[in-house]
């Protein structure tokens, strides 16, 4: 049976020949480029997903989406059976199988049947979304090709425009039989009004709390599925859908990234519009609010933000329902100084550092029974041992105990499968809601130290190692030394470097005690990566 499905490739790869010379690695999230290099990637994508749905003998999925990235940008990342990123040794082959020559990809393809001793007997299932860039249908074709030259009577389920959120869902809904919701867009859209509506109740105004915000849909697919869920909300949620495209502008000037990199409102969010925006990222996988005060000035309460407000009221209700649970919060490099100072010196909720890259953070939540994380650019959830699931479900149930109550609408409203901008949007709303605040109370429980952030053009981003979860440098030698130098001069001072997963960049940040050291340093700190690593700012 695999020398048949290895003359099925070696056919169905001549209309994805490999063409281009540039190596792609599967990154933090997933193979990611410009979208004309990515034909023979996502046709091999589609083989390793079929393949490794025969092997795990569950569902696997296939995003198509590049988030944040230009329109002109596309990439595939692989989910595993139970919503999470791609097993780490599989992210290697997918690498080695993507960058392989032609005439050598079916005798790879047979070794790997052959050493995973994966039973080709398994009917293979693999469920497939993409994003609403220009060059998705062309690519989600080619994974559908690559699956089918596993298999030609494979199971497909291709849902075409999705949220990468979503894509999770489905997932889990179909591995789990339903029992975490209906595999279905409807289905994911139905839970989280109906568990919306169930913390909100009948009275959507409480104290400063207005139910009236502005939602910036980057031009992509979170506009098309918060289109779908206001419908469900009407009345509760008063929302001003923004950015709803056409194609073509994906993220330009607007979006979650756009906010928190450039700390300014996006496109058609002006000074005076009065209430509060949150910016959703290409794939409505990353959350960053914003607001303007009375004086007209700009805020930004980006990921550290909105983790400290769940884990705050989390805190409270745990404490109010006196339920032994414990919680924690996750965070990487990028996050705030000060937010990581109120979760351990405040509400004495500790906080655990990873690299950065979702797939980190969600493992280390993990070990928690409420595990709060998200990076500081807004992509992040909270994850619910089986253990604070069941113990705060059965406290509900008891009638009497209406913080335990509160917080199994918050099981239902959360999306633990990855991070996902409407779900938290959500949960965020319920929270304001009921704390009866303005979005300026939530944005005074701590004050951010200012900080930048830069990007550093290099030859090869490889050239910088790190270690201490990102937070030092190994290689270039020196450049740690430099650092530290650099930012002994400033107030509060702190920066790190690290290599994009996706590109040839230095990502620099800086924090400082103003606005303008903070930018100080992080020039000087781009200027000594550029020197150091043969770059250019």
Request: charged share 25%; hydrophobic share 40%; proline share 3%.
């Amino acid at each position: 049976m695999a020398s048949k499905i290895a003359s099925r490739i070696v056919e169905a790869a001549k209309a994805h020949s490999k063409t281009v010379e540039k190596y792609i690695g599967y990154g933090t999230a997933g193979f990611r480029t410009k979208a004309d290099l990515l034909d023979h990637v996502m046709f091999r994508v589609g083989i390793v997903s079929a393949l490794r749905s025969k092997m795990v003998k569950a569902s696997i999925g296939v995003m198509i989406t590049a988030s944040h990235n230009p329109e002109e940008d596309n990439g595939v990342k692989l989910v595993d059976p139970h919503g999470e990123m791609l097993e780490p040794a599989w992210e290697v082959l997918a690498t080695e199988i993507a960058n392989l020559p032609d005439e050598k990809l079916s005798e790879r393809i047979v070794s790997l049947i052959e050493t995973s001793k994966i039973d080709l007997s398994t009917r293979s299932s693999v469920i497939v979304g993409r994003d609403t860039r220009q060059s998705s249908p062309a690519l989600c074709q080619a994974v559908i090709d690559g699956i089918k030259a596993v298999e030609e009577d494979s199971e497909i389920a291709n849902f075409g425009i999705v949220s990468t959120p979503i894509l999770h869902y489905l997932v889990v809904c179909t591995n789990g039989g339903g029992t975490y919701g209906e595999p279905t867009v409807d289905g994911y859209v139905s839970k989280l009004v109906n568990a919306f509506r169930t913390l909100i109740g009948d009275d959507n105004k409480r104290g400063k709390y207005e139910p009236s915000l502005i939602i910036d849909g980057a031009n992509g697919v979170g506009a098309v599925i918060s289109e779908k869920l206001l419908k469900g909300l009407e009345n509760t949620l008063n929302v001003n859908l923004i950015n709803l495209g056409p194609p073509g502008i994906l993220n330009y000037d607007c979006g979650a990234d756009y906010v928190k990199v450039q700390q300014r409102e996006p496109l058609n969010v002006t000074s005076n519009c009065g209430t509060r925006c949150a910016s959703l990222d290409g794939d409505a996988d990353r959350l960053i609010y914003l607001y303007f005060d009375d004086a007209g000035k700009f805020h930004m309460l980006d990921g550290d933000k909105i983790a400290l407000l769940l884990a705050e009221h989390f805190n409270d209700l745990l404490k109010k329902s006196q339920l032994n649970l414990k919680l924690g919060m996750v965070q990487t490099a990028y996050a705030n100084g000060s937010s990581t100072n109120y979760a351990t010196k405040v509400l004495n909720v500790p906080v655990t550092c990873t690299p950065t890259g979702v797939k980190f953070l969600h493992h280390a939540a993990q070990e928690f029974d409420i595990g709060v994380y998200f990076e500081a650019n807004g992509h992040g959830t909270t994850v619910f041992s089986d253990n604070a699931i069941k113990t705060i479900q059965d406290a509900a149930s008891t009638g009497s105990n209406a913080a335990a109550k509160e917080l199994a609408g918050f099981l239902n409203v959360i999306n633990s499968t990855v991070g996902d901008a409407i779900s938290d949007l959500l949960a965020v709303e319920a929270i304001l809601h009921s704390k009866g605040w303005h979005i300026q109370d939530w944005d005074e429980m701590y004050q951010d130290l200012p900080n930048r952030l830069f990007k550093v053009s290099v030859a090869d981003r490889n050239l910088v190692t790190t270690t201490d979860a990102e937070r030092r440098v190994v290689t270039p030698e020196g450049l740690q030394e430099r650092i530290d130098n650099i930012a002994s001069k400033f107030k509060d001072g702190r920066s790190f470097v690290r290599p994009s997963g996706t590109e040839d960049v230095v990502r620099v940040y800086a924090e400082a005690d103003t606005q303008e050291n903070a930018d100080k340093l992080g020039k000087e700190v781009a200027a000594a990566v550029g020197e150091l690593c043969s770059g250019n700012n």
